[in-house]
């Protein structure tokens, strides 16, 4: 785990940041497991600006297939603004499989 109360970078700020990694190694009758999330109070760069930004990425392997990955992607913020349009309160989430 990584936590960044405050960093200023070239390509923006954050503030209140935190990155998690973590990896569950199969057991006898399991998959493996990955889980990254990234979270966020605000991050700011000259383009757009997010609050209360959860990103999530969780992987799984596939036990029937050993070159297929299952994955889950999700996204939410409270909101974002840019110069081209705001947004309140957004999900989205992606699921599929990789090989």
Not at 30 to 42: F, G, H, I, K, Q
Not at 44 to 64: E, H, K, M, V, Y
Not at 70 to 89: C, E, H, M, N
């Amino acid at each position: 785990m990584g936590a960044a109360p405050g960093a200023e970078t070239p390509w923006g700020t954050v503030t209140g940041g935190k990155f998690v990694a973590s990896l569950i190694p199969d057991a006898s009758n399991e998959t493996s497991r990955v889980e990254l999330r990234l979270e966020a109070d605000e991050a700011r760069t000259r383009w757009a600006c997010i609050t209360n930004l959860q990103f999530t990425l969780r992987g799984s392997s596939d036990p029937d297939e050993t070159d297929v990955v299952r994955a889950q992607l999700t996204l939410s913020s409270d909101g974002a603004s840019s110069p081209w349009g705001d947004t309140r309160g957004s999900n989205c989430w992606v699921n599929g499989c990789m090989r």
